[in-house]
Structures are given as C-alpha cells and as structure tokens.
C-alpha cells in the first residue's frame, strides 16, 4: 500500500513539474487530487485493512496530498514569472520611436500646452487646500443639467448645446458636472477642484472650438461670501501671472449660482488703457462664478442651511491664448507641430 502511494506521488510530482501552461496544471490536479483523483481512490480504499495501518496510511498519504499541492502552486508560480519573462522579451515597446511612417524630427514629446497649465494650476488648487477630482466626458442628463438647477424644459439648457448618444447621454458641456460628482462624496467643509474636456455643438471661429478645456472650483463651508470667492481668484491668478492682478466682478446669470457673476481681470496687455485683445475695454473675462445656489447643495445632499459655498469654472483655452498671445483657439487640437514646439 506505501509503495502504491509513493508511486502516485512520484509520478504526481514529475507530472505537475511537466506542466507547461495553467490548463494542465488543472488537469494534473484533477487527475491526482480531484474527487475522482488517484490518490483519492486509494483513500477510498482504506476500509479493506487494519486500523493500525489505516492511521498510518493516513497520515502518509495527508502528507504526500501536501507536497503534491505545494509543487502545483509552486509550478504555478513559475509558469507566471516564465510568462511575465516572455512577455517582457518580446512584447516592449519603444517609445522613443516615431510613428510609423513619420520622419524623425530629432525631438522628444512633452506637455501640450493645455496639460502644461492645467497641471500648473491644479498645483495652484492644491496648495490651497482643493481636492483635484475628476468625472466623466460622457455624462448623464442629471449631472450636466438636472442636478445643477437646470431642469428639462429650462430655456438656460439652450445656453449649452450639446453632442447626445443614442441611449440619451451626452458629452458634458461644462465641468460643472463634477461639483455634483464632488459633493455625492465629500463632507463638507471641503474645496475641490476638476479639470477637464468639455464639448459644445458649436459652429467653429478663431474664438469657438467644439471640444475645449475648462476648471471647476468649488468650496463648501460655513457663512462662505462673495469675499471668499474674490480673494481665491486673485490669488490664483496672481500665481498664473506672478504678479497682482485686478479684478471685478459682473452680475451674470447661470442657474447654479445665485448671486452669479463673471469675472474679469485688467487687460494685461494694455495696463488697462485699451487695446483690441481687450475690446477696448481694459478687461478679459476670465470665468463664471458665483454662490453656489441652496437647490445644487439639495442636490448634492447637503444642508444649505447649515453650509454655504461658491464656485466657479474658467476656461483654459482663453487662459492660455491670453498669457501666450494665441489668435485663433483652433490651434490646439489641430495637432499642427508649429504650433505645439512653441511651447
Ligand atoms: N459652467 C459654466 C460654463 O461653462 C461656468 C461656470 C459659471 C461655472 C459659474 C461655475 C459657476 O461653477 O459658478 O459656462
């Protein structure tokens, strides 16, 4: 009977050692420990013999069940590394190389202008206590419109005419989709920041691009005012420009903010006096903001009467135009390297 046993290990062990793929480690352990199994045969057996010898073949063949498993785990565990191995050899890839078909240009890729800034000022946010979220380009009605105090039949969802899929979804017109996302998870008091890509059915012009770049900004907290709102954007845009900035603020409406406001900064280029980036007006508008409106709270199951906050969502296409002299917003996503080695 021990030899019996000693054979079916011997022969499990250099079985499972043989396997070259998961499959038939699967099959040997079938074949040696399954229900079926030889090994389970033998124990299946044991009824035929003494009590004495049946403790012990017991225990001998609990043993050799053992080493069995642990070779089979073992085997497993070499037959990921040989293919991790394998794929390493042969699957890399070369990033350094050129596109298939393009001439060497002698120069290595880097941050799109768009990145350079978003990830600029998102270190802005951060190291003033903003949270950087992010939400998806393709959203649901309720988080682009609903949800932010823009109901169905509401003539503000006019504002913002979108791309819709089939099933009823869009691409999110705004990034203000993501205040919503923020508050579902976040207890307040909390700053949180999203950038993103936003899309708009638009005609395209030098100042109008179907898919454009946007950053929301939201701070939830106790008795929060206009004040808050204005000093958070002087600093921001104080570390964008390096230098202090003025600023003023237009009563504008969008349904999610009340007050709302646009605000603008003094015309950098002109000091103010007037110039044609400017309109002539020595200011650049700069971003939507505004109190956050006590039904998006609701909607984001907060409290208004216990927490207030405001928001705001500026453009970074215009942001970056402005700061480089950039005439025609079309240039970013045309892919024109002329363009982007500028950078
Ligand atoms: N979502 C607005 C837009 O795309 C911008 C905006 C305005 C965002 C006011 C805000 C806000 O958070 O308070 O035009």
């Given amino acids: 009977m021990k030899t019996k046993l000693k054979t079916i290990r011997d022969k499990a062990l250099s079985a499972v050692s043989a396997c070259q793929n998961i499959n038939e480690i699967e099959d040997a352990r079938i074949k040696f420990l399954g229900r079926k199994g ?14 004495e010898e049946r403790a012990a073949i017991g225990q001998l063949s609990n043993q050799y069940k053992r080493e069995i498993e642990s070779a089979i785990e073992l085997r497993k565990d070499e037959l990921s590394k040989k293919n991790i191995d394998m794929l390493l050899r ?83 017109t705004h990034t203000s989709a993501i205040q919503i996302r923020g508050m579902e998870k976040m207890e307040p008091p909390f700053r949180i920041a999203g950038p993103g890509r936003v899309f708009r059915y638009e005609a395209t012009d030098a100042s109008h691009e179907h898919t454009f770049y946007q950053i929301e900004g939201m701070m939830v907290d106790r008795e929060i005012s206009v004040s808050h709102l204005i000093y958070v954007m002087k600093e921001i845009l104080k570390a964008i420009f390096k230098r202090s900035v003025k600023v003023r603020l237009r009563p504008a409406y969008y349904p999610f903010v009340e007050p709302g406001f646009d605000l603008d900064f003094n015309c950098m280029i002109c000091e103010g006096r007037g110039c044609r980036v400017c309109k002539h007006t020595g200011w650049i508008e700069f971003l939507g903001c505004g109190l956050v409106h006590p039904n998006v709270l609701k909607f984001g199951n907060i ?41």
């Fill in 38 to 51: 030889e090994l389970t045969k033998i124990l299946r057996s044991l009824s035929s013999i003494t009590s």
């Fill in 90 to 172: 042969d699957e890399w890839i070369d990033v350094t190389l050129n596109p298939r078909g393009t001439i060497s240009t002698g120069r290595h890729g880097y941050l799109h202008p768009l990145s350079q800034t978003q990830y600029e000022i998102e270190d802005i946010l951060t190291s003033m206590g903003f949270q950087i979220l992010d939400g998806p380009e393709a959203e649901t009605e309720y988080y682009n419109f609903e949800a932010l105090n823009i109901p169905e039949f509401h003539p503000a969802r006019d504002l913002q005419d979108t791309f819709w899929t089939e099933d009823g979804n869009l691409l999110r």
């Fill in 303 to 343: 409290d208004p009467e216990q927490w207030s906050g405001f928001a705001f969502g500026m453009g970074l296409n215009r942001l970056i135009m402005m700061r480089y002299g950039i005439n025609d917003i079309r240039h970013f996503m045309s892919g024109d390297l002329r363009f982007l080695y500028q950078f």
